[in-house]
Every structure is written in C-alpha cells, then in structure tokens.
C-alpha cells in the first residue's frame, strides 16, 4: 500500500434537513465513509476519492436535484473536485 | 451556430459544462486598437508565465443564473434567522459574556478583511487576462463584500448589548494588534495579482482558513451563539468555492510552466507563514476564549494542518512542490502557541477593545488535559500567580510598551523552536539600520524582500513617535498621559472596551440583565 493512497478528502456540510438526505445519499455511495457531527456540522471523510451521486439523492428526496445546490449547505472540503451533471467528485491524485 | 433540427421540439438543455464554457470562452474578446499586454500591464512583472489561459478551469461551473439564484436564497435563508434572533433576545442565550468577546476581535480583525478581500479580487479580476479567471474573481469581489456587510449587520445587534464594538473600521486602521490582520492582507494586496490569488485564494483560503471557520463556527454553535453561527454558515459556503479556486489557481499556473515553479514555492513558503503567524490570535480564542470549547488549537493544527495539509501537499509533489518552509516550527509550536498569546494580551488588555481574564480552575483543568507536557509545566504557575495576585487587588497589566516583530507585527513573545522558556529574537541589518524578528520565518520573508517591509507601519513605533495622538494634542502639556491619549486616538471608552473582565461593566450588566453568573458554571 502507497502511504498516499491513504489520504483522507473530506467535506463538511451544515446540520439541517436538506443535509440528512445528502449525508445519507454519500453514505450509500461510499461505504468506506466516516461521518463525524459536531454542533450544527456534520463532516464526511474518506481515503482516496469520495463521489456525490445526483440520482442517489434524488432517490431519497423525491425532486430533481442540481449538484449546484450542493453550494447552499456547504461548510468546507478538501480534494480536487471534478464536477459534472450527474456526480460530484473529490479526489486526491495517487502516484 | 448549430440549427435546431426540428423547431417545434424545444431546443436540449446545454449541459453544465457547455453552459459555463458559453460563460467563459465565448464571452471574452481580444483586444485590437490597443494591444493587450497595454490593457492588462500587471499579469506579466511578476515572472509567472502564462501560455494557454482556457486551461483555467472552475471545477464548480458556476454561471451567473446560478450564481444569483443560489446567492439570494443565501442572504434570505440569513436574514430570516437574524430577524429571528434579534426578535427573540438571542444575545443573552450564550455562554456568558466572557464569549462576546470573540465576536469583538472578530469584528475588528476579521470583517475588515472580508472588506479587503473585496477590494483585492475587484482588482485582481481587473488584472487578469484570462476570461474564466476574472469572472472566478468577479465572484469572489463579491461574495466578500456580502461576508463583511452580514458580518457588520449581524453583530451590530451585539453592539447594543456589549462594549467594544462600537467603530470596528476605525480601530481596524489604528489599534497595535489589529494591524497584524491590517498588514497581512495589505502584504497580499500591494503584490501583483498571481502572488495575491496565491497567497489569499490558495495559502490562506485553501490551507489556513478551516483554522479559522470551523472552530470559529462549531464554538459559536457550542456557546449558543445562532446568529454568528448563521453568519459563518452563510459565508463558509461561499468560501468553500474559494478555497476551491485557491487550488485550481495553483495547479493551473504550475502547469502552465516550469520556471513558475520555484516562484510559487517562495510565495507558499511566505504566506503559510505569514497566515500562521495571523492565527495566533485563533488559538487563543480556541483554548481560551470560547467559556465551551469544541476542539484545542493542537488538535485543530493536527486535524486541518497536518493531515489535510499533508494530504494536499502530497497531490502537489507531482509539481515538484514541497511543504511550506518552516511548517515543521509551526508544528513543535503547537502546545504553546495559544497560551503564549493569551498571556500577552492578558498583560495589555487596558490596551485592547476586548476583555482577557484567568481561566477559571475547571478550564484550566481542561487545558492540562489537552496540553500535558506544557500547560502545568509552563502555564499554570503564571496563571495562579496572576490570580493570587487579583484576589489581592493587585490585577497586573504592563505599563510599557512592546518590541514588535517587523514582519508579522506581532509583539516579540514567541520562543524559540527548541526551547519555549527562552524568547526568540532574530535581527538584520539592512542599510546601515536594524530589524527585529519574531523568528526565522519572519525574516526570511524580509530578507528576500526588504524594500517592501521598511515601509511598515509598526504601531509601537508609530506610537513613539508621536504620530498615535488625535489632532491638536500637546505631549508637552503638564501631566500629559501618554497611553490615554493613545487609547482615545483608537477610538476605544476607557474603562469600558478594554481591561479584566471581571467587574468590568460587560460582566456587571450580563448579571443584571439575565440574572446568570458573569462566569458560567
Ligand atoms: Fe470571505
Ligand atoms: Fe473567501
Ligand atoms: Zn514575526
């Protein structure tokens, strides 16, 4: 195992209702991910990659749903981001 | 342009990617009658060497339909909550009011730069060439703007209540310790305009600011503070975007050449330091400030600076960068940062709008917990002294005036890497004059580039030499107290905004009006 490959991304999202659903849509997606809540915070982290799914969430929320609107929760995170219609990626390059 | 096959059917939703490539390629033009290396004078001076601009890619693809649609549910979203908390008496649900005063050296050091940062990318986006790159900038002058007018709006409710937050652009400009902010950002903004996104969009919002936000946030939260938590939720969001620039900024200009390499590595090193240095003032809020605390200043540098900053700095080896340059000081300072600061200010609180005191004995316990080679060792024994010496009446403030670092402008009380009993001090001539260091950090920085920081304006200095008096003063008049005058000059109430907090009208009014104990339990 390459020590790189370990390295954690994260991403930190506002406790409210619209986040339960995201939370658990990245949970269903990435079963290796660690999700730690703080007061009115709740950070997700994950080795390596961690993707964000529009369908997933969708499924859970009953409504279309933009990856866009993901802004309006968001705390921090950490990772290059690759970003398309259907799925929100973080990532750390691994040698 | 392509015509749509069948004109009844409604022409296909462009995707996001061909949506913000419309935004960003199609919209920008070449200049013809005057030529552009004229129209843009700055994106070249600095040695950073740009071949291909529409390499500039914003992972979020945020266009401005968007941009404006997710803005404005933003500030509703805000506002509702602040009405909320007015409405509702919310200021008297925190902690105690030893917590207010986080929100005065936030008000005054931090809100005046989200101000800054408005100014720098407004100017920034003007000086860059590439398309994409200053509509990312154009977003951002925004979005700064927005954070220090809800930050003012926010805690102006506070100032109805509390002492010391009463003229925050006033004393912003003058006070000794707020020029550390002042003077850091005035650095980045006085630099060209890929030194500045470097140092403010990458250093600073990429790998510094989770110090700052996180626990900021989650100890507002703790201490029952909705509004400030909703301010900072509010903004986070915003900056979650920066921070995301801040990487793509630096990846695309290492990418763009080689010989960019080394000048981004001088720059990385400079400003990990320098916003190091800044947040110093972070973690004496963290361990001392917040009456509940979320997380200690070691276990925040070890959670957001060693292992995501390790991670980071991992993805740009490939580049042929390496860790900033002193990270591994910053590290051995952990378990003593935070202490050493809080013990300055607890020496010049008469000088400063916020109040310090001694931690009461459960805190103190706590810290011995989260520090157990330092605090008892160290700390404890001052802090007992100091409160013996209270109990007597003999609160101790010191009546002269500091030696500050000529970089960072920080008072000169921080120890040297391998031994925190003894003070660090570095020094260069330069000119035929000396110059003081609050370390090696600190000096290499002027060191590479002196004619820069001669200039500064060192408030202990300025103060001497008579220059921290309001107009019409005579410093020869008879009984000519010099340290009032100051104090009147940075706009401050005497008697009200600084000194112990214990007694002080803050703490007495906090128990008139909602009947709790000035210190909580
Ligand atoms: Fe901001
Ligand atoms: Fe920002
Ligand atoms: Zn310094």
Known sequence: MNAIAK???????????????IVEAIEADNREAIVIRYPAMVKIEMPGRLVIRRETIEDLIGRAYDLRELNLNLISL?????????????????? | MNMPTNPQKPAKKLSLKENYSHLTRGLG????????????????FEGIKIHDWDKWEDPFRLTMDAYWKYQGEKEKKLYAIVDAFQQNNGQFNVTDARYINTLKLFLTGVSPLEYAAHRGFAMAGRNFRGTSAR????????????????QAHTISHYNKFFNGLHDYTHMHDRVW?????????EDAMSAGPFEFVTAISFSFEYVLTNLLFMPFMSGAAYNGDMATVTFGFSAQSDESRHMTLGLEVVKFILEQDPGNVPIVQKWLDKWFWRGYRLLALVSMMMDYMLPKRVMSWAEAWEMYFEQNGGAL?????????????????????KHRLSHETWAT???????AAFHTWVPEESEMKWLSEKYPTTFDKLYRPRFEHWREQQAKGERFYNGTLPMLCQLCQIPMFFTEPDDPTKICYRETTYRDEKFHFCSDGCKDIFDNEPEKYIHSWLPVHQIYQGNCFRPGTDPTAPGFDPLAEVLQ???FHVGEDGGEYLGSPDAKNWKAWTGKPAVSE
Request: proline content about 4%; glycine content about 2%; aromatic content about 18%.
């Open chain 1, 7 to 21: 390295d954690k991304v994260f991403i930190a999202f506002q406790t409210n209702d619209e986040t339960r659903s």
């Open chain 2, 177 to 185: 310790y707020l020029s550390v902010p002042k003077s850091y950002f």
């Open chain 2, 313 to 333: 700095f991992n993805d740009l080896t490939r580049y042929g960068i390496r860790m900033p340059k002193y990270h591994e000081v910053a590290s051995m300072e």
């Open chain 2, 29 to 44: 033009w070449d200049t013809s009658y005057q030529p552009m290396d004229k129209v843009f004078p700055q994106d070249k």
């Open chain 2, 345 to 351: 200010f607890y020496n010049y609180t008469h000088a």
């Open chain 2, 489 to 491: 000059y940075y706009g």
């Open chain 1, 78 to 95: 950490s990772g290059n981001i690759e970003e398309s219609d259907d799925e929100f990626v973080l990532y750390w390059n691994q040698h």
């Open chain 2, 135 to 150: 509509i990312a900038a154009q977003m951002q002058a925004i979005d700064e703007l927005r954070h220090a007018q809800t």
